[in-house]
Structure formats: structure tokens, C-alpha cells
């Protein structure tokens, strides 16, 4: 089945959701920053599955460990993304659960 998958970064950890398309069964994970820790969460993936990343300081290593797991990096304007979701709240889960929604 296809999935949405998003992440909201910060400088020691990745908090990930990967959800299906239809909107079900969202799965939210913290993924610590060591070396090769995104690639082994995308594991399993489909490859080609579009990955959205807010573009922070640090994305780049990021987007090579995703490329690295077969999948496709969508880089995310977080200002312009908060506006499109319309929350006022901006919580790590918010986050990523309203990066998928978009």
C-alpha cells in the first residue's frame, strides 16, 4: 500500500509518521541521529515514496539518507507549511501529522 511519510528534524532526532494514503493507521516514531538510523527506518518502504522534510540548517544529510533508502525527498517551506495547515498549535506531532495531510 502507498504511504504518506513525513519528518520534522531537529538537531538530535527525527520524530517520523508514516501513514496510509487514505488517511489511516498513522504511526509516529522519534528516530535518533546516529548514522544510517533514517535509512533503517525506511526500510520496508516503497521505493519512490515521497518523503516531505521541513528545509532546516541541517536537511542535507537527511535527504542523502533518504535517497539512500530508494525514496524521493520533498523539501517543505516551514512557514509557508504552517499557513497551509492552519494550526496555531506547532508541536512536533502536529508537525509531521500536518505535513502529511498537505
Keep these: 500500500m502507498h504511504q504518506y ?17 487514505d488517511g ?3 504511526r509516529q516514531q522519534r528516530i535518533e541521529h546516529t548514522p544510517g538510523a533514517i ?7 516503497r521505493p519512490g515514496t515521497a518523503v ?6 541541517h536537511w542535507y544529510w ?3 539518507e533518504i535517497e539512500a ?8 517551506h516551514p512557514r509557508k507549511a504552517k499557513m497551509m495547515m492552519g494550526m496555531i498549535n506547532k508541536t512536533d506531532k502536529l508537525d509531521v ?6
Design 62 to 64: 537527511i535527504i542523502e
Design 24 to 26: 489511516t493507521n498513522p
Design 97 to 102: 501529522h500536518g505535513l502529511n495531510r498537505l
Design 52 to 57: 516531505a522534510v521541513e528545509a532546516i540548517g
Design 69 to 76: 533508502a530508494g525514496c524521493r525527498p520533498l523539501l517543505v
Design 5 to 21: 511519510i513525513s519528518f520534522d528534524s531537529h538537531k538530535k532526532y527525527t520524530l517520523a509518521e508514516c501513514m496510509n494514503m
Design 39 to 45: 535509512t533503517a527506518y525506511l526500510l520496508g518502504i
